[in-house]
Each structure stands twice: as C-alpha cells, then as structure tokens.
C-alpha cells in the first residue's frame, strides 16, 4: 500500500517536473524570451496607460493644470450628469439593437449559405463585402445616402412617392438613432454570417441525415441539430463583438457625431468631447466607467476557452 | 417534390439577390457619388450614373500633396506595426503553445485582455502620455500607440494556428538533432505561413482602418493618416461629397482587393481565431 502511493507520488512529481521546470530552466527561460517583446509592447503601451488612465480619472486633470487628488469626485459628477446618463442610456440602446440585427441577419444568411449553392465562393464573398470597406469609408458612404438635400434615400423614396418632404435622416430626432443602428448592422454583420456558416459546416453531416431518417422535419433538424452545433461558436462572436461594438467610437463620429443635440452620443463619444474640451480628469472616469462591462465579458471568454480546451 | 425544389431554389437565389444588392448598393453609390461635381448633385439628382460624370476628383486626389502624403504615413504605420506585431506575435505564440513554462497561463490571460481591451478606453492618457513624451505627430509615435492591439490581436490569432500544429512536429524535429530555434524557424513558421498571411492582412487592416487614436494623437498635416485626412476635406459642416468619395475609393478599393485575395486565408484566421481560440 506504502510503495504504490510512494510511486504514485513519485510519478506524479516527475510528471509535473516534466511539465513545468523551474524558472532558471532553459526552456523556462527561452520561454520568458519569446515572451519579452510582447511583453514589453503589452506593458508600456496597455498597462501604464491604464494605471495612468485610473490615476487622472482620480484627479482634476486638465491640459496643463497641476493635476490634484480629488478621489472619486468626478465619478460621483458623472452619475449625476444629465448627458452622460443620456450616454450610459443610448449606449445600451444601440448595442443591444445593433447586436439584435447581426445575429438575426447573421444567422438568417448564415443559413441561406448553408444551403446547396451555385458559386457559393461567389456568394460568401459578396457578404464579406462590408468588412472588407475600412469603416471609416463605409460610414461616410452611409452619411451621404441619409443626407437630405442629395441623398440617394431620400431620392428613392421621393421618386417613388413616398415621402412629400425629404427627411433629415440623422438630423431628426426620430430618425437618427435608428439610421445609425441600420448602419452598424450594415458593416458589422458580415463577421458574424462568415462565421456561423463556418460553425454550420462544422456540423457533421451524418447527424442531419440520422435524423432523417427518424423523420424529423426541416425545423426540428435546424432546432436540434443546427443551433446546439453553432453554439458555442455564437457565443464568443457575440462576446467580441459586443465589444467591439461599446467602442464603436467611428459609426457615430462620422454620421451624426453624437447629435442632433445629445439623441446619439454614447459613452466613447462623451468620453472623446471631455478630451477635446481638455477635461482630461472627468472624461478618463467617463471611459473606465466601460471597464465593469468590458470585465464581466472578459470573464465570459477566459472560462469559454479554458473549457475549449 | 421536384415542384418544392424549384420553388425552394428561386426562393434561395432572389433572397441572395436582395442581399447582394443590399451588400453592394453602398459601393456602387461611392464609385458613381465619385464622379460627380458638387453643384450637380443638386442640379441632377440621379441613382444612374450621372451623365455628366467627370474623373476630376480623381485628378484633384492625385494632384494633392497632402492626399498623398497621408497614403504615405498610412503605410509606414501600418507597415511598422503589422511587421514588428507579427514578429513579436510569433515569438509568442510559440512559447505560449510549444514551451512549458512557469506563469505561461498567465501571460497567455494577459494577451487575451488586452485583445479584448477596446480602444475607447485608451485614448484619454494616449493622447496626455505622447503630448509628454513629445511623441504626439510623429509616425513613430501613432506606430508605437498601435502596437497596444496590433500585438495582442496578432498573437490572438497566431495562438490558433500554432494551437493547430500536431506537438509531435516539433518534437520530431529535435529527435533529428535540430534545436529548438531551428525547429520553429525550419518546421513550425513555413507550417503556419498561410495563418501569416491571414494575420498580416487583419492586422494590417486594423491599423489602417483605425481612427481615434490618430485623431488624438497626429493632428498635423503632415503626419495625418488617410482616414483623418478624408475627415478634414469638409470644412465645418460642408462635406464636398464627390472628392469625399473619390478620396474614399483610392483608400479603400485596394484594402479590399487584398481582402479578397487572401479571402479564404482571412475566412480562416477568423475562425482559427473565433472559434478555437
């Protein structure tokens, strides 16, 4: 009884000496010298700003000022800052319509491509269109197409007797949330269609047609088998994406720049006019104000991927 | 049976009509807008091509200095930072796939938060943090402030292909007496070549599509990236439409032309990336 857990512990020390040596090791320390650059690149350029970002946001930093302590001062203004409320509010607003629109529009061509195709090469390429443009090019493209003295939409709906007036797309306050939104949806759905095709195809086939044979139909074969296979796959494009889309600092900068007065500014763009108007202090809390958001997502991915593997 | 097929079949190829259309409306509308002097956009509103297109936006592109100045600086940045964040990228991607060592996981949770970090967050002390150490319009400067997600993003994506490689390669390799630098430089980098490429041209595009940080920090003339120069076309809320867009096709129809060269490569790297990663 002794020698085998003696053995055991044996083999299992070796097996962890195997898999992990010391620091000074050589592969250790080739390791720490791949390492390094990024590293480096990752604590110069990621953690010092953020330490830095955390101290001025703590302070009443402006261009030029003595910065001085004022603890959490600027946090408790903002929760109290009827524009930066707006902010918080049309953030979600526009992240959660504008991540309903890709997944349901993602999904939907996903789907399409999915089926048996002529040229499906062709067809996939052609979605992949919109994240190929470079955004900023993209969002002026859609800037003119709403504008409402030459835009093309305002042209259509004019000639087909539509509209009697052309409609200030992202000047009206009914209008320019949604225009926006549509927008986003425009460049940003691409990613996620490419991608739940990919996890469609995935799916092995011998799984559709088992189910075939035990009669199920269309709908219970997509329910079934489809959506539990892409799953997994939905969930980390969801999470990136979400990410991706709280940051859209360039879709609404280069449409409506957060107007008409404050109906499209979400919290980057707040964050962008306190710097330009110099309120270093108050406009660092205004962005880390994102970090809560940003650390629940995190979380999400790095348990995703440690099951993964 | 045969009946539900070829309805089924029209119904599949009107639906990927309309997306076409959809998809693609905005790139015609960019390439026709371009053609077009201001004043007739009021004078002819059309959806056609107009016939009084002209290609003097194109030529007043050209003929810009500080047009292309800003291709220029677009390309030295965005070269820089894609070249010194693939290498640093595969450097560690290999130790964090093919060597064990102690605080491997950690390191490989660091790159994976700053992958996740958004640029939003960043660009207040950027902007206070190169003003001090007078690096605010340089291109040195705006490649240094890229190299914050064009490394994380880079090796993000080189994990999944290094992650792809069979174990055995390499150890293989060192059985016949190559030594470990010898194995990644001969064995594992020419495996991967293809995931370099995909790599290359999603960094590449992200550096170059980037514009927040190039607004706050390269605000000079002379150092402007191609999107902040498209942006300071319009003075004060009067966009000049047809230069906007001609300027807009000679930025992005070649970003897209190499988005379709290496298309399969990117379809790949995104989901190497997306999906194992």
């Keep these: 009884m002794a020698t085998i857990s003696q053995a055991q512990v044996k083999e299992s020390t070796v097996k962890r000496a195997r898999r992990r040596g010391g620091i000074f090791d050589p592969t250790s320390i080739l390791g720490y010298f791949m390492m390094l650059p990024a590293m480096a690149v990752l604590g110069i350029f990621f953690a010092y700003p953020l330490g830095f970002e955390i101290w001025s946001s703590l302070t009443d930093m402006t261009l030029g000022n003595d910065a001085k302590f004022i603890g959490f001062d600027n946090y408790s203004r903002l929760f109290s800052d009827a524009e930066y409320l707006t902010a918080a509010k049309n953030s979600v607003v526009y992240v959660t319509s504008v991540q309903a629109g890709k997944f349901v529009l993602g999904l939907g061509i996903a789907i399409l491509l999915h089926q048996k195709l002529v040229a499906r090469g062709f067809w996939r390429a052609v979605v992949l269109v919109p994240y190929a443009m470079p955004g900023f090019v993209a969002f002026l493209i859609w800037k003119l197409i709403y504008n409402p003295d030459v835009g093309s939409l305002n042209i259509l709906l004019t000639k087909l007797g539509l509209i009697d007036a052309p409609i200030a797309f992202l000047g009206d306050r009914d209008w320019a949330m949604a225009s926006v939104i549509f927008a986003t949806i425009w460049r940003g759905f691409p990613f996620w269609a490419i991608l739940f095709l990919a996890a469609l195809q995935a799916v092995p086939k011998e799984l559709y047609e088992a189910a075939a044979v035990d009669g199920a139909n269309a709908w219970q074969r997509f329910r079934n088998i489809s959506l539990p296979g892409i799953r997994p796959v939905v969930l980390v494009v969801f999470l990136i994406s979400t990410i991706n889309t709280i940051n859209s600092f360039e879709a609404i900068w280069l449409t409506t720049a957060g107007g008409p007065s404050d109906a499209t500014v979400i919290l980057p763009i707040f964050a962008y006019k306190g710097l330009t108007s110099f309120n270093i202090g108050q406009s660092a809390a205004a962005a880390l104000s994102l970090v809560p958001v940003a650390i629940v997502i995190t979380f999400f991915v790095l348990r995703k991927m440690k099951k993964d593997q | ?277």
């Design chain 2, 1 to 277: 049976m045969a009946r539900t097929n070829v309805k089924f079949s029209i119904f599949k190829y009107t639906m990927l009509l309309v997306i076409a259309i959809f998809v693609l409306y905005p790139v015609y509308y960019m390439i026709t807008l371009s053609l077009r002097n201001q004043g007739s956009l009021w004078s002819n509103p059309t959806l056609l091509p107009a016939s009084d297109s002209t290609l003097e936006n194109f030529r007043a592109a050209f003929a810009s200095v500080e047009f292309k100045k800003s291709l220029y600086n677009s390309v030295v940045v965005c070269s820089s930072s894609t070249i010194l964040a693939i290498l640093f990228g595969v450097m560690a991607a290999y130790a964090l796939t093919v060597l064990n060592f102690r605080g491997r996981d950690t390191m490989g949770r660091i790159i994976i938060v700053a992958f996740l970090t958004p640029g939003a967050l960043l660009f207040i002390p950027f902007a206070v943090i190169m003003a001090n150490f007078q690096l605010s319009n340089t291109l040195k400067g705006l490649v240094l402030v890229y190299l914050s997600f064009t490394v994380p993003l880079a090796t993000y994506l080189l994990l999944g292909f290094f992650r792809s490689l069979p174990p055995e390669l390499e150890q293989a390799a060192r059985i016949d007496g190559a030594n470990r630098l010898q194995a990644l430089w001969y064995i594992l980098v020419p495996l991967v070549a293809p995931g370099l490429v995909s790599v290359a041209i999603i960094t590449f595009t992200g550096a170059y599509n980037e514009l927040l940080y190039s607004l706050v920090i390269n605000v000079s003339p002379e150092v402007r990236t191609v999107p902040v120069a498209i942006l300071n076309l319009s003075v004060a809320d009067e966009v000049p439409w047809g230069r906007t867009m001609a300027y807009s096709s000679i930025a992005a129809l070649p970003i897209m032309a190499l988005y379709f060269i290496g298309q399969r490569f990117i379809v790949e790297g995104l989901q190497t990336g997306s999906v194992k990663g």
